[in-house]
């Protein structure tokens, strides 16, 4: 009787990530159109709500017990978890710049199709067939996303670029984060991949304020919000996500990324005032059939056998 009751309770903590990361999104986007420089602004997020949840760990019991790390899995969370969530980060963060927050959570929201297709091979049988259409559909929603501003070269444009290139991003962070967490539990992944992601983009972000063409902003609505992304949107969320990971499947948690949009877009419109557009509506619609397509085992809903 445990293990639903155990389900239930990751399922739960997902949907309030997803709910916090919905406003996370939201705020970065306001940050972004304001003052703060892209990089500077997840840089400077992700170092200090690491240096956060790794004091906790550290320091309290509230998280558990704290397990030194060795040498190895130090270079192990640098490579796999820092760099990748570093890379994700630069690519998200211009996004927001260059595009609608609610375009770039859709993007996010395909990231499960690429999950899937990073932990499985094609095979000559229904479920590879199965998820590779999945894929498709899914690759659909994307296409209509695009197709308003193919014809031009635009900010947009490049902002839809980054969408789609942060989603696959995310999948491959998600991958390694699940790869770390069988050696090292997923707070301490989540905790050391995000402050040493930071660390990395730091200097990047001091670049980009060398370089702004307007000052940055240290007033008391710039902050507040960068403090809310960086306790609700990087401590709490990153900490309930890689405890998932640790439990289910990267494919399994990542379906939860279906969620994104609809937070996202939800913060969005009701906070930076952003309309909700007919090509929205429909892509999201494509996209989230092709991850429920790839995702349910249907030869179970219908009893049918995988195999040809």
Known sequence: MSKPSNSTAIAGSLLLTVLLWGGNNA???????TSWPPVWTGGTRFLFAGLILLALLR?????????PLTGGQYRQLCLRGGMSLAAYVIVFCWALKLTSASHVALYIG???????????????????VRRYGAALLAMSGVFILFWPEL????????????????????????????????QVSGLEVAANSMWM?????????????????????????????????ILMGGVVPYA???????????SRVMLFNNFIPLS?????????????????????ILI?????????????????????
């Open 288 to 308: 989230v059939a092709g991850v429920l397509l790839g995702q349910m085992d249907w030869a179970k809903v219908f009893k049918q056998p995988e195999s040809f």
């Open 59 to 67: 320091f309290t019991r509230w998280l558990g017990e704290f397990q």
């Open 197 to 229: 992601s930071g660390a990395m983009l730091i200097p990047l972000g001091l670049l980009e304020l060398q370089f702004a063409t307007q000052p940055l902003v240290l007033d008391h609505r710039h902050l507040g919000v960068q403090v809310f992304n």
């Open 27 to 33: 705020g970065t986007k306001w940050l972004v159109m």
């Open 110 to 128: 395909a990231s499960p199709i690429w999950a899937l297709l990073i932990e499985e091979r094609p095979r000559w049988d229904w479920s590879s």
């Open 240 to 250: 309930l996500w890689n405890s998932a990971l640790r439990h289910w499947q990267t």
């Open 151 to 182: 014809h031009k070269l635009s900010f947009s444009l490049a902002g839809e670029v980054c969408g789609l290139l942060s989603s696959l991003l995310w999948a491959n962070y998600n991958h390694q984060s699940r790869f770390l967490a069988k």
């Open 264 to 284: 996202t877009t939800t913060w969005a419109y009701f906070t930076l005032n952003e309309p909700i557009t007919p090509t929205f509506c429909t892509a999201m």
